[in-house]
């Protein structure tokens, strides 16, 4: 019965695992692919933004797939050794997954920011277009 | 599948490594700000030390990406403080005494040549 449960999880562990490696591959394979394209046609710093934020987007939902994947695998994790990478291991993608989240937040105060000062600038100009005489 | 598994994610965390210097690079030729092409390196680079994660990894592994999520962080605050330093060095020659550029200028430039 214990064998049984053990390959179940396994199996569920090596499942969850590489949904969010396929996860964290398809975005950076994304992020590098427009990375080189806004870099070779727009050449623009805010261009980037939108991009880095998807990524970080993708990869913190790989790290939700494998901190899953990780809370599995202490249903079955027999000796103090496994225990411990496997506290090492959650405790980096625990922390990576705190850190990008904060990071998309501040990333998108910035945008919603520059896109509201934007917004300002050209309803002030137009304001002083319609006052303009001519 | 778990030979897959462990085989596939090291092999795009090698690729994703590369991936990342060229995509540094290439931000840095075009748009010429290191910070920038800083961000773009490191981002790839942790999702390269992120795939190295997957699977059974070995302490090694994990000594890696934790390194590269701090360097990231402290790179980062290092930037920022280094930016706002700049700018408020910036506006104080602005109010008082000669631009940054005029004092580099005035040091690299040869003496005959002023």
Known sequence: ?134 | MTGVLLALPGLMAQLLSGAALLAGVLTLATTRKPTLALSVFLDLLTAAGLLRLVGDPSWQSIATAAVIVALRHLIGFGLRIGARNWTTSTQDAGRSGPRPGMVVDRLLRPAWRR
């Open chain 1, 1 to 134: 019965m214990e064998e049984l449960l053990e390959d179940v999880v396994n199996a569920l562990v090596s499942i969850v695992e590489a949904c969010g490696a396929a996860v964290i591959i398809i975005g950076a394979v994304w992020a590098f692919a427009r990375f080189v394209w806004v870099g070779l046609r727009r050449r623009d710093t805010s261009a980037f933004v939108p991009v880095r934020l998807t990524l970080g987007r993708f990869l913190a939902l790989g790290l939700e797939f494998q901190l899953a994947s990780d809370v599995l695998r202490t249903a079955v994790a027999p000796s103090f050794r496994e225990l411990g990478q496997l506290a090492a291991v959650a405790a980096i993608r625990t922390a990576l997954n705190y850190f990008l989240g904060k990071e998309i937040a501040e990333e998108r105060r910035q945008v919603a920011e520059e896109t509201k000062g934007a917004r300002t600038g050209s309803g002030s100009t137009s304001a002083h277009g319609s006052s303009d005489p001519a």
